[in-house]
């Protein structure tokens, strides 16, 4: 028989600190310098954090919210809170005031980490927020404030030892806590488990996933408050990767600077970033060197084909993607090549990287029918994608909503629509609510929006579904340019792609796309501000003035 021993996260750290030691986390400050330190130094803070936190009144099971951006005191949360048996609460700190403060309270956090560019926030909201006892700013000092009781991060460690030996406990305790961006009411909770953390961080790990490997140097863009920055942080400490984070506010030209300084060989975050770090590498002033950079992995939406070339034939630089959700901790698939696809023309190999990829190892997809019945992998059947894997989440915490998004037989309803061909790759249309019905005909947003962003004019496109009296919706293109180009050029490029009912109805030229929290396009946004023939003729004239 074999060992019954918990999956805990603490064996993570332990590998970390034992095996990887002398490996670096490299963590840029709100200055510009950085600060650089080894994973057995690390470890002894997160293990200082632990007994600080103790100290307060923290324990096992209790929420410790953090607000903070990626930085190396966050991320001695990221273990630190976990194995003493609490369990992290990573706040979006993007969200609104009301949004917050919902989360914070129905999280039940009762101690806060916190930047110190969140303080004012935290004192709006403080009055609204009885739970918590304790607030910890993360810095060497507490600035001026009205919050109370208020501790600074650095001198609730200087009194600890960090000799402490996190204990045992079943592996379904809960380890870390995210909430939803909240895109459809109020932001719902998932509860991971150490289980479910330890899993994800091995499938990050593996070859035909991301790879996670010692010799590489990651830059973690994807925020740390958001779907535990993809579970990257983790996988680094597993693997002994070296890990950059690029520190509080956080602009693209950082990225692009952190690459150049550090040598970074793969870095993770969404699309938006990669078409920013894409527009400066262009204008070249300042100069940037990219050449140590392997991998640019994006996520949140498909990236553009044009931007995947452009990366690919200017720097060499891979742009992978996957698809993944809050539910899902977060990662589902990885667009891996299969061996097959050594021997195919480089447009072939760009049909397979512009899919969302194989489901990991031990995620299960289905797609089926409004029925629920499943449909064919044959890359024509359109369905919904049901999921289910021992990192999705059974249930969101506490929440009545919770019976609606599962099936009869325990499958998570993701929202998703799209398609799986036959080799098992999965490719995103659109969310359910995003499928534009047009004369009975469904269109998708996303592959419009896609098609958009690959012309050499645009910089972003979203596509939302607008009343019309005849045909009930209509596609409208909100499109951001970086040079001229006029709705009929758009069309006629379209028109290469689609059929002609698929095009845009109107096109309308935007400063900037609405973005979630999390940086997705709020389409929600756009269809409030410009759902009405009268308010798009109304900024039509305002921008033409």
């Not at 972003?460 to 040079?483: F, G, M, Q, Y």
Request: charged share 25%.
């Amino acid at each position: 028989m074999i060992m019954d021993r918990p999956l805990l996260m603490k064996q993570l750290l332990w590998r970390a600190e034992r095996v990887f030691g002398d490996k670096r986390i490299i963590s840029r400050t709100g200055d510009g310098e950085d600060i650089s330190y080894t994973y057995a130094e690390y470890a002894v803070r997160a293990r200082k954090l632990a007994q600080a936190l103790t100290a307060l009144g923290v324990e096992p099971g209790d929420r410790v919210g953090t607000l903070a951006w990626n930085t190396h005191r966050h991320y001695e949360a990221y273990f630190g809170v976990p194995c003493m048996g609490a369990v992290l609460h990573t706040v979006n700190l993007r969200l609104f005031d009301e949004q917050i403060s919902y989360i914070i309270n129905h999280g039940g956090d009762r101690v806060l980490l916190i930047d110190p560019d969140q303080i004012p926030l935290l004192e709006r909201l403080a009055p609204d927020l009885p739970g918590v006892q304790a607030y910890v700013v993360l810095a060497d000092e507490v600035p001026e404030t009205t919050l109370s009781p208020v501790h600074s991060y650095e001198q609730l460690l200087a009194v600890q030892d960090g000799k402490l030996e996190f204990p045992d406990f079943p592996e379904t305790t809960a380890s870390a806590m995210c909430y939803t961006s909240g895109t459809t009411g109020d932001p719902k909770g998932v509860l991971y488990s150490h289980r479910s953390v330890v899993l994800h961080t091995l499938a990050l790990c593996l070859h035909g996933s991301i790879g996670v490997r010692e010799e590489a140097i990651f830059l973690a863009i994807s925020p740390m408050f958001h779907a535990n920055s993809w579970g990257i942080p983790f996988a680094a400490a597993l693997q002994g990767a070296t890990l950059v984070l690029p520190g509080p506010h956080p602009e693209p030209k950082h990225y692009l600077e952190l690459i150049d300084r550090h040598k970074v060989t793969h870095a993770v975050g969404a699309v938006t970033i990669g078409v920013m770090m894409r527009d400066l590498l262009e204008r070249d002033d300042p100069h940037y060197d990219v050449s140590s950079l392997d991998v640019l992995w994006l996520g949140g939406q498909a990236p553009p084909r044009g931007l995947m070339k452009w990366f690919a034939d200017t720097h060499d630089i891979v742009v992978p993607q996957g698809w993944g959700m809050t539910e899902a901790s977060p990662l589902v698939t990885f667009t891996a090549l299969k061996s097959k696809h050594d021997h195919v023309t480089e447009d072939e190999v760009y049909d397979v990287r512009g899919k969302q990829g194989l489901p990991l190892p031990l995620c299960e997809v289905r797609l089926v029918d409004e029925g629920g019945t499943d449909l064919p992998w044959d890359g024509k059947a359109v369905g919904e994608y049901h999921l289910r894997s021992p990192w999705m989440a059974s249930a969101y915490y506490d929440d009545p909503r919770s019976p609606a998004s599962y099936d009869a037989q325990g499958w998570f309803k993701t929202g998703d629509v799209g398609v799986i061909d036959p080799d098992g790759y999965v490719q995103l249309t659109d969310r359910s609510k995003d499928l534009i019905k047009s004369g009975g005909e469904w269109i998708s947003s996303v592959e419009l929006e896609n098609s958009l962003m690959a012309h050499p004019a645009v910089v972003e496109a979203s596509v939302v579904a607008v009343p019309h009296d005849k045909w009930l919706e209509r596609p409208l293109a909100c499109v951001v340019t970086r040079s001229a180009v006029t709705p009929e050029e758009l069309t006629a490029y379209l028109l290469q792609h689609f059929a002609r009912w698929w095009i845009p109805e109107e096109f309308l030229f935007v400063d900037a796309i609405p973005k979630t929290g999390v940086g997705k396009f709020d389409k929600k946004v756009l269809r409030a501000r410009f759902g009405d023939a009268d308010a798009r003729e109304r900024y039509r004239t305002e921008v033409a003035r």
